[in-house]
């Protein structure tokens, strides 16, 4: 493919930059004709990204929607079909002030300022459109052949929410019309798991902005699910000697400028309550809390570790934008744990953490996972604490430990914590990118700061060391997930409606009503449907609206034996049994967690 450079060269484009040339090209055309049909509209940033290309537009009191996404994509075919020839130019600064000023890209003039006295100011004119930009692009708009638009969010500008928030709008291009037909059916497919979509189908949380935008409301249908996950965990956690704490949802801001979360993460936070002499936040993370706790008695090393948990509610104030039901939001539980050692414990407790993540794994059939060691960047100055030595250290151990325990794990650097390494396990869902899931974390920092202390043997104060680990990591997070990888079939211990009794007509209401009473008084979740419908139509609305494990059916002849016909859903066979060995059956797999 033959591209534009900078400096007016038309010259054969690398094989490993075409797609990003064609995605950035396709941001150029999505502009013209976003500036054809909202002539108001100023432009901020419009890169191509790792699957696509977005721009930050300010369109003034203009508000745009899904709805007016095609008629942007047929702008942007009428400039493909008008085959309009890409030109390249320079200026100097002043010039290029004054033309960004002219064209009243307001956006632009301050990017101007941001870039260094010397650089070398270029624009990109495709027909009437011009925009600043560093190029390469493609030659003529009639290259992009294939192209969609994908979503419209909001976005900060600069990404700072002191900023104005702008409109950004969202696509995918490619080369050819295969490739974007694979792209929408592999599109398809992510909507028909969409936590979301399911969540409200199977009515298991809402939202509502009256509420608040990122603060999910879990319905009762949905609690359940949220519930048994938390009890799923915190039996394994007790029996490898943890102990659960509950801790205030609000932290002072002097807990946090101990912590080193004031500096590193207060534009991560929501803003500061002012009550009385004291100013409080909505805490983030938990391991302030959690150092408090260790800190208020003296401890031998013979107590250690010690392991605390908590199912924590936490408040980080993400852009509107980034915000996705309950994979993503304002509110959220983790399954959070912080572990106290000595260095000698160190690889023995990161061992069971690991060991624990993948018990985890197996019992819900996560397969598709990676191990990361993730490390600091040492040029950036802002992001980490700043003790060269420490960082040498933790990263060091945690890397020795992961050897020897003979965990296979890439490292990515950038990616830690502000205060240490640590192992992330990113997960490949069904639909979209991977992403971490559980995380374990060696920090030699934070105990430190907050002068934590252990008598050693010889008599010595000593400083322990501090594991931070979530295993589902959030609730919230967890539960999207699963509910996208089984697009909502959970299985029968987490299912939020185990058993739905049906009888085939009014006239066997009170058998079905006998067996629905004993399953509720051995405490399985269940429903009677009892409604004047026909009962193809409650056993599909069992099926395919609620995903409920087993139907039992119940007629003249169940009444006349005393036995039901159980109607599996993994199978959709009938068989039938006794109420008694279905009861037992039904207990193993859901005491064994079977799937």
């Known amino acids: 493919m033959k591209v534009l450079y900078n400096d007016g060269q038309v010259m054969e484009c690398p094989a490993e930059m075409e797609s990003e040339v064609l995605r950035h090209s396709a941001a150029h055309i999505m502009a013209?004709?976003?500036?054809?049909?909202?002539?108001?509209?100023?432009?901020?940033?419009?890169?191509?990204?790792?699957?696509?290309?977005?721009?930050?537009?300010?369109?003034?009191?203009?508000?745009?929607g899904e709805d007016d996404l095609a008629s942007i994509e047929g702008e942007m075919k009428k400039i493909v079909k008008e085959n309009l020839p890409y030109k390249v130019f320079s200026l100097p600064r002043e010039e290029a002030v004054r033309l960004m000023e002219e064209r009243g890209e307001v956006y632009k003039v301050e990017h101007i300022a941001d870039l260094p006295s010397d650089a070398v100011i270029t624009f990109y004119q495709q027909g009437e459109y011009i925009d600043m930009c560093r190029g390469p692009h493609i030659?003529?708009?009639?290259a992009l052949k294939a192209f969609k638009l994908t979503a419209i969010s909001g976005a900060y500008w600069k990404n700072n929410r002191e900023n104005k928030m702008l409109t950004r709008l969202n696509g995918v291009a490619f080369f050819t019309k295969d490739e974007l037909a694979d792209y929408e059916k592999r599109a398809q497919e992510a909507k028909e798991r969409d936590h979301r979509r399911i969540g409200k189908q199977m009515r298991l949380f809402m939202t509502d902005d009256l509420v608040g935008k990122g603060l999910p409301m879990f319905l009762p249908k949905g609690y359940i699910i949220w519930q048994q996950l938390e009890d799923y965990i915190k039996d394994k956690e007790r029996m490898l000697g943890y102990q659960h704490v509950m801790t205030p949802c609000?932290?002072?801001?002097?807990?946090?400028?101990?912590?080193?979360?004031?500096?590193?993460?207060?534009?991560?936070?929501?803003?500061?309550?002012?009550?009385?002499?004291?100013?409080?936040?909505?805490?983030?993370?938990?391991?302030?809390?959690?150092?408090?706790?260790?800190?208020?008695?003296?401890?031998?090393?013979?107590?250690?570790?010690?392991?605390?948990?908590?199912i924590a509610h936490d408040f980080r104030y993400e852009?509107?934008?980034?915000?996705?039901?309950?994979?993503?939001?304002?509110?959220?539980?983790?399954?959070?744990?912080?572990?106290?050692?000595?260095?000698?414990?160190?690889?023995?407790?990161?061992?069971?953490v690991v060991d624990l993540i993948f018990d985890v794994y197996k019992d819900f059939g996560i397969t598709d996972y990676r191990c990361v060691l993730s490390l600091r960047d040492p040029d950036d100055k802002v992001k980490y604490y700043q003790d060269d030595e420490m960082w040498a250290h933790a990263?060091?151990?945690?890397?020795?430990?992961?050897?020897?325990?003979?965990?296979?794990?890439?490292?990515?650097?950038?990616?830690?914590?502000?205060?240490?390494p640590k192992l992330?396990?990113?997960?490949?869902?069904?639909?979209?990118?991977?992403?971490?899931?559980?995380?374990?974390?060696?920090?030699?920092?934070?105990?430190?700061?907050?002068?934590?202390?252990?008598?050693?043997?010889?008599?010595?104060?000593?400083?322990?060391?501090?594991?931070?680990?979530?295993?589902?990591?959030?609730?919230?997070?967890?539960?999207?997930?699963?509910?996208?990888?089984?697009?909502?079939?959970?299985?029968?211990w987490l299912a939020?409606?185990?058993?739905?009794?049906?009888?085939?007509?009014?006239?066997y209401a009170d058998y079905a009503g006998e067996i629905y009473k004993k399953l509720r008084e051995m405490r399985f979740r269940v429903e009677l449907d009892d409604r004047n419908e026909k009962v193809g139509y409650k056993i599909r609305s069992a099926r395919q609206d609620d995903k409920v494990p087993y139907m039992i059916i119940v007629g003249e002849k169940e009444e006349a034996d005393r036995t039901i016909s159980v109607r599996d859903r993994a199978t959709d066979q009938t068989e039938t049994t006794s109420l008694d060995a279905f009861i037992e059956t039904l207990q193993q797999k859901i005491s064994s967690h079977s799937r």
């Not at 030659?139 to 009639?142: D, G, I, L, S, V």
């Not at 002068?451 to 680990?469: A, M």
């Open 32 to 64: 013209q004709a976003v500036k054809r049909l909202y002539p108001q509209a100023h432009f901020a940033y419009g890169p191509a990204t790792e699957n696509g290309f977005y721009y930050d537009i300010d369109l003034g009191d203009t508000v745009i």
């Open 139 to 142: 030659t003529y708009t009639k």
């Open 250 to 310: 609000v932290g002072t801001v002097d807990l946090y400028r101990i912590s080193g979360h004031w500096a590193h993460y207060k534009e991560n936070m929501f803003p500061v309550m002012q009550l009385e002499d004291e100013e409080f936040v909505l805490r983030p993370m938990n391991c302030p809390h959690h150092m408090m706790i260790y800190a208020n008695q003296i401890h031998s090393y013979r107590d250690l570790p010690i392991r605390i948990g908590e």
């Open 319 to 352: 852009p509107s934008g980034a915000l996705k039901g309950i994979e993503r939001g304002r509110h959220f539980c983790q399954n959070d744990a912080h572990l106290f050692v000595t260095p000698e414990q160190i690889k023995e407790e990161v061992g069971s």
């Open 395 to 420: 990263e060091s151990a945690l890397r020795e430990v992961l050897l020897e325990l003979d965990i296979p794990f890439t490292e990515e650097i950038g990616e830690a914590a502000f205060y240490g």
């Open 424 to 492: 992330d396990v990113n997960v490949r869902p069904a639909v979209g990118a991977e992403y971490t899931l559980s995380t374990c974390q060696l920090d030699f920092c934070l105990p430190a700061k907050f002068d934590l202390k252990y008598t050693d043997k010889d008599g010595t104060e000593k400083t322990p060391v501090v594991l931070h680990r979530a295993i589902l990591g959030s609730l919230d997070r967890f539960m999207a997930y699963l509910i996208e990888e089984t697009k909502g079939v959970f299985p029968a």
């Open 496 to 507: 939020p409606v185990q058993i739905k009794v049906i009888p085939v007509s009014e006239k």
